[in-house]
C-alpha cells in the first residue's frame, strides 16, 4: 500500500443473511482527499459504510484504514484505530442523557487522562469549529436538527482524528443548513489536514465538496473518479442518478406473472 | 389441499429444534453478557477502560434508593398479610403464637428477597432493557463502539455492579419491613409485646437463612441486569422493537425469577 492511502478496500464482499449486499468493492481514500460514496437506497452505501467503520464483519475481503486491517485486528490495535478517526452519524446519535458539552468530551473522559478544564477548553474550542460556542450546557433534545449534526461532527473532532466519516450529512436538512455543514466539511478537510469519507445521495452537496466520487449501485462500483469524470460518465445508471431519472429496468413479463401469482 | 403428513411432522420437528437452538442460544448470550461484564468490573482499569465509579453509584441511586418507599410498602403488607394468614391457619391448633416462627422464616428465605426482585424487575429491568433499545435504534450504540468505548463496559457492567450491591441490600430492607409489618399486625391482635417478637423471631432464624435469602437477592439481580441489556441490545424495529423488548424482559425477568427461586430452595434444603 502506497504511503498516501488512509483507506483501502479490497475485493470486499458482503452478505446480509443469504443476500449479498456488497460484491467485489475496491477502493482507495487518499489521505487529505474528501471521498464521496454516492447511490440510491439500496445501493449498498450504508452497509459499505458499517464495514469501513468496523461495526459489520465482511464475508470476505481486506478493509485497511491507516493501515491496520480491520477485518483481522486485535482488541487492543483497533482501539488505538479509532481513536484516530471520528465519525458523524446520520442522526448524530448523541447521547439523550447528557448535555452538549459532555457528549462532546465523551471521547476525551474515556481515553485521554486529562484535568475537567482542559477537557472543557477542547470541548468549547470544537463547539466553536463547528459554530455551536456557548451551547454546551444545553440537552440534545433542545438543538434543532442542524444543530445535533454539527454537535455530532464536534464530537467526531474531539480526539482530532486522521480519519473522518459522514453518514448523509444533509438527510432532512433545509438547503442553507446543508450548505453550511458542507462548508464545515471542507474547513475540516482544509484546515486540520483530515481525510473524509462522505456517504450521501445528496448530487448538489457531492459535487460541491467532493475530490473524487464512488457510485455505488446494486453492491457494485458503477465507477470511482472526480466529478468531472462522475458528470462526463456514459453509464446509463451514472446518468439515471444524476438526472434523478426514474429507472428504466425492462421487465420480464414471465418473471413478473410468476411474482404475482406465487 | 390435502397435507402430507410426512411433511406435517418433519415441519413441526423442525419447527421445534428451531426454537430450541433459539433458547440456548438466548441462553448462551446471557452467560456471555455476565462474564463479559464481569470481565470489565474486573479486569477494565488494566485494559485502560475501567468502569466508572460515577455511572456505578448512579445507577445504584435509580435502581436501589429509589426503590426503598416501594419496597417498604409492599413488604410491610406482605409481613401483615403473613401475619393474618398465620393466625388464621394456626387458630384451629391454638397455636396463634407461633404465627412468629412462620413470619420470620418466610420473610427472610422467600418473601423479601422475591418481592424485591419482583419491584427491581419492573422498575429497573424494563428500564434498562428501554434505555439501551433507544440507544440502540438510535445508532447510540454504535456511535460507542466507533469511539473505542465497548457498551457492555459502559453500559452493562455499572448496572451489574449497583444490583449485585442494591438488590441484596433492598432485599435485606424488604425482610426487615417484612418482619415490622408482621410485628404490628401480630400485636394488634394477639397483643405480643414488640420485645416479644423480636425475641421469638431470633430464636426461630439462623444466620444461614438470611444469607439464602441474600445469595438468592444476587442472583435474582444478575438475572434482572443480563436480560434487561439483553433484550435492550437486541432491539430490532424502532419504536415498536423498543415496547416489546421492555415488555419481553420484565415477563422474562420474573418468570427466571420464580423458577430460579424453585431451584435454589429446593438445592439449598436438601
Redesign the interface.
Known amino acids: 500500500m502506497t504511503a498516501e492511502s488512509v483507506i483501502e478496500v479490497r475485493e470486499l464482499v458482503a452478505h446480509y443473511g443469504s443476500r449479498k449486499i456488497l460484491d467485489q468493492i475496491d477502493m482507495t481514500v487518499r489521505s487529505g482527499e474528501i471521498m464521496i460514496i454516492m447511490g440510491g437506497s439500496g445501493s449498498g452505501k450504508s452497509t459499505l459504510l458499517r464495514h469501513l467503520l468496523g461495526l459489520n464483519k465482511p464475508t470476505a475481503g481486506s478493509i485497511r484504514l491507516l493501515g491496520t486491517d480491520i477485518t483481522q485486528t486485535t482488541v487492543a490495535e483497533a482501539h488505538e484505530l479509532r481513536k484516530r478517526m471520528g465519525v458523524a452519524f446520520q442522526g448524530g446519535a448523541l447521547f439523550s442523557s447528557m448535555t452538549v458539552g459532555e457528549n462532546v468530551k465523551l471521547p476525551l473522559r474515556e481515553h485521554a487522562k486529562l484535568d475537567e478544564a482542559t477537557m472543557n477548553i477542547m470541548m468549547r474550542l470544537k463547539l466553536e469549529v463547528v459554530n455551536l460556542g456557548g451551547f454546551e450546557h444545553l440537552m440534545p433534545a433542545q438543538l434543532s436538527g442542524g444543530m445535533i449534526k454539527r454537535a455530532a461532527v464536534a464530537r467526531a473532532i474531539i480526539m482530532d482524528p486522521k480519519l473522518l466519516f459522514f453518514d448523509e450529512p444533509s438527510a432532512g436538512l433545509d438547503p442553507v443548513v446543508s450548505a453550511e455543514l458542507d462548508e464545515l466539511i471542507l474547513r475540516l478537510r482544509d484546515a486540520m489536514k483530515m481525510s473524509i469519507v462522505v456517504v450521501t445521495h445528496e448530487l448538489d452537496s457531492a459535487f460541491k465538496i467532493a475530490d473524487r466520487i464512488t457510485v455505488l449501485d446494486h453492491g457494485r462500483i458503477l465507477m470511482t473518479g472526480t466529478v468531472d469524470e462522475v458528470r462526463g460518465c456514459d453509464n446509463t445508471r451514472v446518468q439515471d442518478l444524476l438526472n434523478r431519472r426514474p429507472r428504466a429496468d425492462d421487465i420480464d413479463a414471465d418473471e413478473y406473472l410468476q411474482r404475482l401469482t406465487a | 389441499m390435502a397435507e402430507d403428513p410426512n411433511n406435517a411432522l418433519t415441519a413441526s420437528v423442525e419447527h421445534l429444534g428451531r426454537a430450541t437452538v433459539e433458547v440456548i442460544e438466548e441462553f448462551g448470550y446471557y452467560f456471555l453478557l455476565f462474564f463479559e461484564s464481569a470481565y470489565w468490573l474486573l479486569f477494565g482499569a488494566f485494559q485502560?477502560?475501567p468502569v466508572r465509579l460515577p455511572s456505578v453509584f448512579g445507577q445504584m441511586m435509580t435502581i436501589g434508593i429509589a426503590a426503598i418507599p416501594i419496597i417498604f410498602i409492599l413488604s410491610f403488607t406482605i409481613g401483615v398479610m403473613l401475619a393474618i394468614q398465620g393466625i388464621h391457619t394456626l387458630k384451629t391448633f391454638g397455636a396463634e403464637e407461633q404465627v412468629v416462627v412462620g413470619i420470620a422464616l418466610s420473610v427472610m428465605r422467600e418473601f423479601g428477597p422475591l418481592i424485591t426482585a419482583i419491584v427491581v424487575a419492573g422498575r429497573s429491568g424494563s428500564a434498562l432493557a428501554a434505555r439501551i433499545g433507544?440507544?440502540q435504534v438510535?445508532?447510540?450504540i454504535?456511535?460507542l463502539?466507533?469511539?473505542?468505548?465497548n457498551p457492555v463496559r459502559?453500559l452493562a457492567s455499572p448496572v451489574l455492579a449497583a444490583m449485585l450491591l442494591m438488590v441484596p441490600a433492598l432485599a435485606f430492607l424488604s425482610d426487615l419491613a417484612g418482619l415490622l409489618g408482621g410485628a404490628v399486625f401480630t400485636n394488634l391482635e394477639l397483643g405480643l409485646s414488640y420485645s416479644a417478637y423480636v425475641d421469638r423471631a431470633l430464636e426461630a432464624l439462623e444466620a444461614d437463612d438470611v444469607m439464602q435469602g441474600l445469595i438468592k437477592a444476587m442472583v435474582f439481580g444478575i438475572i434482572i441486569t443480563v436480560i434487561g441489556i439483553s433484550n435492550g441490545f437486541e432491539v430490532k424495529g424502532g419504536a415498536e422493537g423498543v415496547g416489546k423488548a421492555t415488555t419481553r424482559s420484565v415477563v422474562l425477568s420474573i418468570s427466571y425469577i420464580v423458577i430460579a427461586d424453585m431451584l435454589f430452595t429446593y438445592f439449598l434444603n436438601r
Open positions: 485502560k477502560q433507544t440507544m438510535s445508532q447510540e454504535d456511535a463502539r466507533v469511539m473505542s468505548i459502559y
